[in-house]
């Protein structure tokens, strides 16, 4: 029996290759991760809350109905062609540059009558364009 004390060795761990498979599992996880990817656009509409309607003294409102009609200052235009809108908004601005252009167009009009509208008035050199919105509550219109 061996009863000496002796001098024990302490056991050691050593850290080395336990980093190293931390390191490999870290690379797996990032490289098989799929991260969301953006596949179409999620568009978050703005709501048209305004607390007081402005009022433009100098303004040219365009109506857009839901079956392509329009109206400039609730005159009918006949045609709706780029050209023709274009000369009934030189005639409602006579000629003034400083004009607010208005649109209200219907919930369900097509999207190419609005961009019409906004044609013409580049066109018509009428840059100040606004379009009129109504709350979802009370119907109240809103620019």
């Given at each position: 029996m061996n009863f000496r004390p002796g001098s024990?060795?302490?056991?050691?761990?050593?850290?080395?290759?336990?980093?190293?498979?931390?390191?490999?599992?870290?690379?797996?996880?990032?490289?098989?991760?799929t991260y969301s990817k953006f596949t179409e656009l999620q568009v978050n509409l703005p709501v048209a809350d305004a607390q007081a309607q402005r009022e433009y003294p100098k303004e040219v409102i365009v109506t857009i109905s839901s079956d392509g009609r329009y109206a400039i200052n609730r005159q009918a235009v006949d045609g709706g062609d780029v050209a023709q809108l274009t000369r009934s908004l030189l005639q409602a601005a006579r000629d003034q540059r400083d004009i607010v252009v208005i649109i209200s167009a219907d919930a369900a009009a097509t999207h190419q009558s609005v961009v019409n509208v906004m044609d013409a008035a580049r066109r018509a050199g009428l840059v100040q364009i606004t379009f009129a919105t109504q709350q979802s509550g009370d119907g109240r219109q809103r620019r």
């Open positions: 024990r060795d302490e056991p050691e761990i050593n850290l080395i290759p336990f980093i190293d498979i931390l390191l490999v599992v870290l690379i797996f996880l990032m490289l098989t991760t």
